[in-house]
């Protein structure tokens, strides 16, 4: 399997240099030449078997020649074997064909572990062939920092630098990132937004010099690889509830349109997925692209579900990728425009194509307080308010009753106790692996919103290892 840029200009590369590229060379992500499809009663054949026999067969059309069969295997199986729920991924039935997909079962109890431990051993993998060493820097709006450092803490040939913005994830968020005692893990806390994150991070890679001197790659959904771990539940839900003789819906809650993305990669396998609800809290640049045909860029604003505060979602390029015909010189130009005016508009006809394929959904605190408190009295599920605003997407955009819709459940509830405690009354409990998080020494650097600054303070701790 071969990687093209979304922008066109970069080299043509295998699944191992998508990998430890991260972002391409010309500023665009990297996505599949084409897309490989499973055949129905391959897709039916996933129903009831485990989480990693079935994550095997779904991914591995994509790593291709880069990693032997046995190999890629026995990474597979150790990557679940972390997981603390038999099923990995399962499912709890809500209302009428409407059910959950618990996606809080990995070491950081968000979603980002599915893909992310897959992610670390694959690193681990690719650099030991290779005799090579990386540095990870990573923008997180709360869950990427911490299921990144899961995954990569205590590994020689890493080291792993976390920028999150300074005071606005919850302090269970920051505890994970700042309390792992390994010499390879750097939390580094940012005086700016989620975006401006990002934005850093994007400089980075386009600094060559500095891509190149500290060997940089990345490990936020701009890594295919993260993707491709995603895409696995999609086709487990699925299957388990009657696919490929079936059509299902997925409900999402969305940020940087990465896990939603995974839900179309699926579709565009031969998944018979009937509608992907994209779900926002009031940061709703994507519910109002789909809505108005225009992604217009605005102000990010707090709130209680602060790993969906972004405005700027990478993953769409990859989506427009496709809506432009896999055209990478129309995307650069777009791409660039955006980035210049903070405005995209969609041609009408892709606008279509872009409404046909996902429904959006927005939510704002309030509703999300609401949807917590009523979905305790309705089910006795407990959720934290992102999962919450995917149940409620799932249930107020679907479109036919008939067909089963599935809400993803990207957090525990755990991690988001105050907003929790606001709902319900209740503070709920932490699984055992996490309990004493509130007792552990905390280390982290806090920097001011400046790339020079970032970059000279990552030099200086690579530079002090060297020394060590
Ligand atoms: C990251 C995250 C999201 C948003 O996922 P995207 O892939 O960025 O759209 C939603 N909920 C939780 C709990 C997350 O950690």
Known sequence: MRYVSTRGQAPVVDFADALLAGLARDGGLYVPESWPALAADEIRALSGVPYAEAAYRVTRPFVGDSIPDATYRAIIEDTYARFDHAATAPLVQLAPNHWLLELFHGPTIAFKDYAMQLLGNLFNHVLGERGERVTIVGATSGDTGSAAIEACKDRDAIDVFILYPHNRVSEVQRRQM??????????????????????????????????????????????????????????????ALGAPDRKVSFAVPTGNFGNIYAGYVARRMGLPVSQLVLATNANDILSRTLATGTMKRGEVIPSL??????????????????????????????????????????????????????????????????????????????????????????????????????????????????????????????????????????RFDVLKNDVAAVKAAIRARLAQKVQA
Not at 185 to 211: P, S
Not at 397 to 417: C, E, G
Not at 432 to 439: G, L, R, V
């Open 305 to 442: 579900s602060p790993s969906m505060d972004i405005q700027v979602a990478s993953n769409f390029e990859r989506f427009l990728f496709d809506l432009l015909g896999r055209d990478g010189s129309r995307v650069a130009q777009q791409m660039a425009a955006f980035a210049d005016t903070g405005e995209l508009a969609l041609a009408p006809g892709l606008w279509r194509e872009a409404t046909a394929m996902f429904t959006g959904y927005r939510l704002d605190d309030a509703g999300t307080i609401e949807e917590i408190r009523d979905s305790l009295a309705r089910t006795g599920q407990v959720l934290d308010p992102h999962s919450a605003i995917g149940v409620a997407g799932g249930r107020a955009a679907r479109a036919d009753a008939s067909v089963p819709m599935v809400s993803l459940a990207t957090a525990h509830p755990a991690k988001f106790p105050d907003a929790v405690k606001q709902a319900t009354g209740r503070i709920p409990e932490l699984p055992p692996h996490m309990a004493d998080i509130y007792s552990r020494k905390e």
């Open 178 to 239: 700042t309390t792992v005692a390994s010499a390879n893990v750097h939390a580094f806390a940012v005086e700016g937004t989620f975006d401006d994150c990002q934005a850093m991070l994007k400089a980075l890679f386009n600094d060559a010099a500095f891509r190149d001197d500290v060997r940089l790659t990345g490990v936020n959904s701009i890594n295919w690889a993260r993707i491709l771990g995603q895409v696995v539940y999609y086709f487990v839900g699925a299957a």
